[in-house]
């Protein structure tokens, strides 16, 4: 199975940034649909981010315009520039792929089936 493993997640205050990684042990997966979910402790793993095999990307209306997905397909790793952090964007943040050759659907749990181990991102006020 795809492997997925985050990183760059760490402490930062309000205002400031962090890009986190994912790198994809296939890559093949580049083709799949690619995001990322967060979870807050106490609180259900939500969508953040996604992006297709073409590039094209979809948000969560919290983090539109402030946060970047992007992707390398020859590394391959995707990315997620975040800029403006606020402490309600602390949590664990999760890499997701879906089924190599689909198009993204719904930034839901179901539409991923391979998942990161995660990396923590918190933001002090």
């Known amino acids: 199975q795809v492997q997925l493993v985050e990183s760059g997640g760490g402490s930062v205050q309000a205002g400031g940034s962090l890009k986190l990684s994912c790198v994809a042990s296939v890559a093949t997966f580049m083709t799949a649909c690619m995001g990322w979910f967060r979870q807050a402790p106490g609180k259900e793993r939500e969508g953040v981010a996604a992006i297709d095999s073409d590039g094209s990307t979809s948000y969560a209306d919290y983090v539109k315009g402030r946060f970047t997905l992007s992707k390398d397909n020859a590394k391959p790793t995707i990315y997620l520039q975040m800029n403006s952090l606020k402490p309600e964007d602390t949590a664990m943040y999760y890499c997701?792929?879906?089924?190599?050759?689909?198009?993204?659907?719904?930034?839901?749990?179901?539409?991923?089936?391979?998942w990161g181990q995660g990396t923590q991102v918190t933001v002090s006020s």
């Open positions: 997701a792929a879906g089924q190599p050759w689909r198009a993204c659907g719904p930034l839901i749990e179901p539409s991923f089936n391979y």
